[in-house]
């Protein structure tokens, strides 16, 4: 899954009103921000096997560290711990950062082929596969994605134009990004995917741009 995690992070706006949109988007989206960095070391694999989904060609071989249920819930607690402690931030907003780290194994196994793991080193893979149809990946993508939209647009409101139109802006963004992935070739190389996948963390930036010129909508 791609705008669905975002969706997410916008929606999480909602349960944490003082932790910024960036901080939600690094949560939701830390197995992918951590994956490409372990691709290039070469701690996890993946290979390119156009046709493999209806959605993607990606083979995920191996990703036990970024992927894996029971390290996401280390990664979760680990980012919502550090935040609080940085920040001074009540535990409520680290327990939903959390909890927006672990969302990332839940959504994946939707989507996924058989091949979400457990742990790290157990057999065991998860996934209901909804990649074998395009269309049921495009309406639950863009339903999740839709509704965190709409609860962060209606739990926030513009200090200024920055903040309306920076807004609107990733979210066209991000839609286009998502269908031109889908329907677009294949990559070229794992390593072209890494390196690509990096720029993922402009999209963290981009969160705590808008986040600083917008407020809390009066209840």
Same mark, same amino acid.
Do not use: N
């Given at each position: 899954m791609f705008i669905g995690h975002f969706g997410l992070g916008f929606g999480a706006k909602r349960a *944490?009103?003082? @932790?910024?949109? &960036? $901080?939600?988007?690094? *949560?939701?989206?830390?197995a992918d921000l951590?994956?490409?960095l372990l691709l290039l070391l070469g701690v996890e694999r993946v290979a390119i096997t156009p046709g493999i989904t209806k959605v993607t060609p990606l083979d995920f071989v191996s990703y036990? +560290?970024?992927h894996s249920l029971l390290m996401l819930c280390v990664w979760g607690l680990l980012i919502g711990a550090v935040y609080v402690v940085a920040t001074r931030s009540a535990i409520a907003a680290g327990v939903t950062l959390g909890l927006l780290a672990v969302s990332h194994w839940v959504l994946d196994v939707i989507v996924h082929r058989p091949d979400m793991p457990l742990t790290p080193t157990g057999a065991t893979r998860l996934g209901i596969d909804l990649w074998s149809s395009l269309a049921a990946t495009f309406v639950a993508e863009f339903a999740i994605f839709g509704a965190g939209v709409y609860i962060y647009a209606r739990a926030t409101t513009a !200090?200024? !134009?920055i903040g309306s139109i920076g807004l609107w802006a990733? @979210? @066209?963004f991000l839609g286009v990004v998502m269908v031109a992935n889908v329907l677009g070739p294949p990559p070229p190389t794992v390593s072209a995917i890494a390196w690509a996948a990096q $720029?993922?963390?402009?999209? @963290?930036l981009w &969160? +705590?741009?808008?986040? !600083?010129?917008r407020i809390r909508a009066p209840s």
């Open positions: *944490a009103p003082t @932790v910024s949109l &960036g $901080a939600l988007f690094l *949560a939701c989206q830390f951590l994956w490409p036990p +560290y970024s !200090r200024d !134009r990733l @979210v @066209v $720029a993922m963390w402009l999209l @963290v &969160g +705590y741009w808008i986040d !600083r010129h």
